[in-house]
């Protein structure tokens, strides 16, 4: 909504009248009070966990200050608000009235889809783990649990809005008090870590651009070259090199303006349904958004404007300086490289591959580099192994075809680099995406603290802990605290939150985080460990000072080091408990980690608590729970993941079929020639089917030996930290072989057929 700041109480609630200075401040605007209690659902056939509910009290029904997505009734209306999940599961419409527990009964005035202001499971078992939070009077709420004059935390707005003068005045004014404002920060680090699939939409988006520019380069290099005796006859009647280039520009540019503006609608249809695809694969929940299309589609229009001008930059200096006298002569245009550039680029591309081997994800992408400079060689070496197959398959025209290949090395080596590049990503991209459940469930319980997490409304108390450790099945129970939304700045200004945990012994020691760089130096500020994409996020390093405004206010910490944790996706921090009441101003523990005999015991454990300390109970979390919710996302993803690198592999498909139409048309009378001596049409189409396949099926070999070593680099690289294993993804290499090979022959038949419908007269008095 539209608030700046709230306030909140280091022992849950707090009185309401204690914030009567703060509405007479002059640049208060308006605010809403808010309570959350625990109480339960009175449904048939549920269990108590089941029909565990969360409250949220608040005082003003409409507000602007929070919105809630109607599904159907009127959310300004004060009465009982619930999600469209906790109304199917408890089988209720709009109007009827639902009863809870040792409270009372209200009526539903408007059902909600579910959001981050209220969200409930959505089945039974689910239930089980997840309680459903509904909304209510704040009066109604008090009343209920007699908590009158209570409230959990205020959001207000401000005339001004967020000012470093005004926040440091509130936090002067409760300083020393159980009470502490914040900023609100919009920062759901904590909740995803996107990071990683951005960057995998961002190497496929690359990928595609750079294949589409070699295919354009292709293109426009082999109709450039086509075209040499017209430039030099515009040249000999007066055309200079500049006039012949603004030429050639002029036709690029007419290309990549058709280009362009086809393919924006169809980009902004696609990133729509991309868009749909993307939040079913990963989100447990309906979720509103907006697409966000106004940068795609001026990335986009850039690159399909200027890009084809890049793509196209050497063969237009060919075009330009053509020399007349070679051109008007018909001397052969294509020249291989000599011995002594081969001899560089091989040395080049050894030396990329051995900075590839380096463990460094920009040293990764010299891997791909040295696979282009090194392709005709491990081209030359498959041609030669496969050679008798094809003469086998193919006859003659396999003879032919072999000879065809070499005749264009250079553009069909680069051509089946590109798809070899793709083939490999998409081994890749599979077997991190199989893979990553087990090193992410892994990962989840070793750092996980335990096998479950209770939260309280209250502080434990220690003759509580010795209750639970006592009941069956527990193995151990141990308090620590969880304080929420500390805000903070990045180096560069950016406002940030996250939560501050607390953790008890050696940091060594523990069972919540693994330290993985530590600073001997110490310092007189109170220390604490980042853990690693907040510490990536502040910008700072290890050893250095961060500010966090806790409930004790602004306060200096000394960051001791770096930890890996699976709480809250790495984005946290985490301090020693003696710092909780002299640093942080957090006096009591909230949360209880539990660690089980047998984790088959959870159930039974979770049963105990609900009845036994169910009316206080905020949260119940396990480590099964958390880690079969990160492995849902994973698994819900790999289906699109494989279509987006099957795209990439057509998008070769389609570079192999211009390159061999290119070819084509360079050998018209060569292939007259041929059919002149005898050579009948079906053997023409084999031999450019024949060449397809080689091209295709030396980029589908190569490229799998290249992604199985990049799944082997990965499985061993530090930064990998133990979450890939080394696996080969046997469904996606069959996947990527076969269409690799169908996507060569079908880009093949298109060249193929034209090449055979030439007429031999034609062909031969071609020029």
């Given at each position: 909504g539209s608030a700046d700041y709230w306030i909140e109480s280091n022992n849950h609630t707090f009185k309401e009248n204690r914030l009567d200075w703060l509405q007479d401040r002059e640049e208060f605007k308006k605010g809403i009070s808010t309570l959350l209690k625990q109480g339960f659902v009175e449904i048939d056939g549920l269990s108590k966990a089941q029909s565990s509910v969360r409250f949220s009290g608040v005082s003003s029904f409409d507000n602007g200050l929070f919105e809630l997505p109607v599904k159907e009734g009127d959310v300004t209306k004060e009465g009982l608000i619930i999600t469209e999940n906790a109304a199917s599961l408890w089988n209720k419409e709009l109007g009827d009235d639902i009863t809870f527990s040792d409270m009372g009964t209200?009526?539903?005035?408007?059902?909600?889809?579910?959001?981050?202001?209220?969200?409930?499971?959505?089945?039974?078992?689910?239930?089980?783990?997840?309680?459903?939070?509904?909304?209510?009077?704040l009066d109604v709420l008090q009343e209920w649990s007699g908590l009158d004059g209570r409230i959990s935390g205020y959001r207000f707005e401000t005339a001004e809005g967020q000012s470093d003068e005004i926040f440091a005045a509130y936090q002067e004014e409760l300083a020393a008090s159980d009470m502490f404002v914040q900023q609100v920060v919009i920062d759901d680090r904590q909740n995803n870590d996107l990071e990683g699939l951005y960057w995998t939409f961002d190497i496929i988006a690359i990928l595609s651009v750079l294949i589409s520019g070699f295919i354009a380069f292709n293109m426009i290099y082999a109709n450039i070259m086509e075209r040499r005796k017209e430039f030099a006859v515009m040249k000999s009647l007066g055309y200079t090199n500049g006039g012949v280039y603004r030429l050639v520009l002029q036709e690029i540019g007419l290309l990549a303006i058709i280009g362009t503006v086809i393919a924006l609608p169809l980009g902004v249809a696609f990133g729509g349904y991309f868009q749909e695809l993307l939040m079913g694969a990963i989100a447990t929940q309906n979720i509103t958004y907006e697409l966000e299309i106004l940068s795609p589609i001026i990335t986009a229009a850039v690159i399909g404007l200027i890009f084809p001008f890049a793509a196209a930059a050497f063969p237009v200096y060919q075009a330009g300086k053509t020399p007349v006298l070679e051109a008007m002569s018909n001397q052969s245009a294509v020249r291989q490289r000599n011995r002594k550039t081969n001899i560089f680029r091989v040395v080049f591309g050894v030396v990329f591959t051995g900075i590839g081997l380096i463990d460094d994800v920009i040293a990764f992408l010299f891997l791909f580099l040295g696979l282009v400079l090194l392709y005709p060689v491990f081209m030359n070496g498959l041609q030669k192994l496969v050679s008798p197959l094809f003469k086998l398959l193919f006859l003659y025209p396999g003879e032919q075809a072999l000879r065809s290949v070499k005749q264009f090395k250079n553009r069909n080596g680069n051509t089946s680099a590109m798809l070899a590049i793709g083939v490999s990503l998409a081994l890749f991209m599979s077997a991190a995406l199989e893979s990553l459940p087990d090193g992410m469930e892994d990962d989840i319980r070793s750092t996980f603290g335990g096998d479950m997490i209770v939260q309280k409304e209250t502080p434990w108390q220690e003759e509580e802990v010795?209750?639970?450790?006592?009941?069956?099945?527990?193995?151990?129970?141990?308090?620590?605290?969880?304080?929420?939304?500390?805000?903070?700045?990045?180096?560069?200004?950016?406002?940030?939150?996250?939560?501050?945990?607390?953790?008890?012994?050696?940091?060594?020691?523990?069972?919540?985080?693994?330290?993985?760089?530590?600073?001997?130096?110490?310092?007189?500020?109170?220390?604490?460990?980042?853990?690693?994409?907040?510490?990536?996020?502040?910008?700072?390093?290890?050893?250095?000072?961060?500010?966090?405004?806790?409930?004790?206010?602004?306060?200096?910490?000394?960051?001791?080091?770096?930890?890996?944790?699976?709480?809250?996706?790495?984005?946290?921090?985490?301090?020693?408990?003696?710092?909780?009441?002299?640093?942080?101003?957090?006096?009591?523990?909230?949360?209880?980690?539990?660690?089980?005999?047998?984790?088959?015991?959870?159930?039974?454990?979770?049963?105990?608590?609900?009845?036994?300390y169910g009316d206080e109970i905020s949260s119940i979390s396990t480590a099964s729970q958390n880690a079969e919710a990160s492995v849902s996302a994973l698994e819900g993803m790999n289906e699109l993941m494989q279509g987006l690198l099957l795209l990439i592999i057509a998008l070769s498909a389609i570079g192999i079929s211009n390159t061999l139409l290119m070819n084509t048309i360079e050998r018209t009378k060569e292939l007259g020639v041929m059919r002149a001596i005898g050579f009948t049409k079906s053997q023409i189409k084999r031999m450019i089917l024949a060449e397809g396949l080689i091209i295709g099926l030396t980029g589908v070999i190569v490229g799998t030996a290249y992604g199985i070593l990049v799944i082997y680099l990965n499985s061993q690289s530090e930064m990998a930290q133990d979450l890939l294993r080394f696996s080969v993804p046997w469904v996606s290499l069959i996947l990527a072989i076969s269409s690799g090979i169908l996507f060569s022959l079908a880009a093949s038949w298109l060249p193929s057929a034209a090449a055979s419908r030439v007429k031999v007269k034609d062909a031969i008095s071609y020029d």
């Open positions: 209200l009526k539903i005035t408007a059902i909600v889809h579910e959001g981050s202001m209220l969200s409930s499971p959505q089945t039974l078992e689910e239930a089980n783990y997840v309680h459903s939070r509904v909304m209510v009077p010795e209750d639970i450790k006592a009941s069956d099945g527990t193995e151990n129970a141990q308090r620590f605290a969880d304080i929420p939304s500390i805000t903070w700045e990045t180096n560069d200004g950016d406002a940030r939150e996250f939560s501050i945990m607390s953790f008890s012994g050696h940091a060594h020691e523990q069972d919540i985080f693994r330290v993985t760089e530590e600073t001997d130096k110490s310092d007189t500020l109170p220390g604490l460990y980042l853990g690693e994409r907040a510490l990536n996020e502040w910008g700072g390093e290890v050893g250095e000072v961060i500010t966090l405004n806790t409930p004790a206010g602004a306060s200096d910490f000394y960051v001791k080091g770096t930890v890996q944790t699976a709480h809250y996706t790495g984005y946290a921090a985490f301090a020693e408990d003696a710092m909780l009441a002299s640093s942080l101003n957090w006096p009591e523990p909230f949360q209880l980690a539990i660690s089980l005999d047998n984790e088959a015991n959870s159930f039974q454990l979770q049963n105990y608590l609900w009845e036994n």
